[in-house]
Nanobody
Framework: QVQLVESGGGLAQPGGSLTLSCAAS????????MSWARQAPGKGLEWVSG????????YYADSVKGRFTISRDNAKNTLYLQMNSLKPGDTALYYC?????????????????WGQGTQVTVSS
């Protein structure tokens, strides 16, 4: 069965960095686009970043553009999110998600499998 397992969350200071990983199994990872989404306390789920199935194209929400970098290693079935210049507003539960398609979609209804999430807290 499909499994997505996130790791790498934790506590970071404002301006600091964290790298999230998502280990995928149970499907042909290289065939599907993948994304990261987040949910801050008391708020809805927000799409953050996505990457094409072969890694050739990446997309970012305006709120993280220039600070976050998404990547994938299809040989290792792993998705990454490098987060730099972290802000308190980045505090959220971060999820990786498998898209139903080859190309990235911002509509979260286009994602059929989700991980359990990893908590990122940005605070001094």
């Amino acid at each position: 069965q499909v499994q997505l397992v996130e790791s790498g969350g934790g506590l970071a200071q404002p301006g600091g960095s964290l790298t999230l990983s998502c280990a995928a199994s149970g499907f042909t990872f290289s065939t599907y686009a993948m994304s990261w989404a987040r949910q801050a306390p008391g708020k809805g789920l927000e799409w953050v970043s996505g990457i094409y199935s072969d890694g050739s194209d990446t997309y970012y929400a305006d709120s993280v553009k220039g600070r976050f970098t998404i990547s994938r290693d299809n040989a290792k079935n792993t998705l990454y999110l490098q987060m730099n210049s972290l802000k308190p507003g980045d505090t959220a539960l971060y999820y990786c998600a498998k898209c139903k398609r080859v190309g990235v979609r911002i509509d979260l209804d286009e994602y059929d499998y989700w991980g359990q999430g990893t908590q990122v807290t940005v605070s001094s």
